[in-house]
């Protein structure tokens, strides 16, 4: 990630900045809407912070060699809506598609037993009830020191 940043400042024309935006490393929470407000909440079993870090550390050593200054940052919430379970897992299977390495055994059937109690909530509901994937993101405008 070091290096890709060090060949985007490269590519930077001479007044342009980096927009860089990724998930903040904290688990992100499967919630149950209904009647407008949060009726369950709990963080995703399947949560990989690895590659979060790298993240995060590579846009740190770059501030540090002052290769990038930070004109502007903020964390916002991202929200993922689904009228169902399935509808939802569908949706993550999909944006998930493109990491094809083994699954751990212990997470799949974490995340199943979780999605399972996220049923039966939303079953249990007396109102209309949604499902939703609620991540945290951090953004930041990187303006390259020449």
Known sequence: MVHALEEIKRLLR???S???IHPVPEAPSIEVHS???VSFAEHDPGYDYDDLR???DAVGLMLERGLFV???GCEFDFVTDGSSVAELRDFRA???AYDDGPQDEA???GQA???ARVEEVISASREEAEVAYHERGRMARLTPVR
Request: proline share 0%.
């Open 94 to 96: 999909q944006t998930g």
């Open 54 to 56: 790298h993240a995060e």
């Open 70 to 72: 930070m004109d502007r």
């Open 14 to 16: 001479l007044d342009g």
């Open 35 to 37: 009647g407008g407000r």
């Open 107 to 109: 997470v799949v059937a």
């Open 113 to 115: 037993k979780l999605y």
């Open 18 to 20: 980096l927009i860089e």
